[in-house]
């Protein structure tokens, strides 16, 4: 069982950075590997970004690619997620989430496939 906890999310203007942060709770967060997904109201949600459970595997959607960051620190039991360059379509809760890997370096994008979720962090972006 792996609990996460997202960080408090917060307002920021356009063009500003936001550093998420996800604690799990549990020994085994290193065999897990770990995603960002996000939600908008009446929306489907959708991924964001993945991270294997080394860290040496990242991957990312379009529309945040080259402005997100995810990255861990398996020693804290953390994910992260930074984001700079920020929009108002950025707007939404986010999530992160675990899908158990085993020490294998793939990554898994769909919402159906992850293992555990935190409860959201609302980001809200002025313009």
């Known amino acids: 069982q792996v609990q996460l906890v997202e960080s408090v999310g917060g307002l920021v203007q356009a063009g500003g950075s936001l550093r998420l942060s996800c604690a799990a709770a549990?020994?085994?967060?290193?065999?897990?590997?770990m995603d960002w997904f996000r939600q908008a109201p009446g929306k489907e949600r959708e991924f964001v970004a993945a991270?294997?459970?080394?860290?040496?595997?990242?991957f990312y959607t379009d529309s945040v690619k080259g402005r997100f960051t995810i990255s861990r620190d398996n020693a804290k039991n953390t994910v992260y997620l930074q984001m700079n360059s920020l929009k108002p379509e950025d707007t939404t809760v986010y999530y992160c989430?675990?899908?158990?890997?085993?020490?294998?370096?793939?990554?898994?994008?769909?919402?159906?496939?992850?293992?555990?979720w935190g409860k959201g962090t609302l980001v809200t972006v002025s313009s």
């Open positions: 989430a675990a899908s158990w890997s085993s020490y294998n370096t793939y990554l898994l994008t769909g919402v159906g496939t992850m293992d555990y």
């Open positions: 549990g020994r085994t967060f290193r065999t897990y590997a």
């Open positions: 991270i294997s459970w080394s860290g040496e595997n990242t």
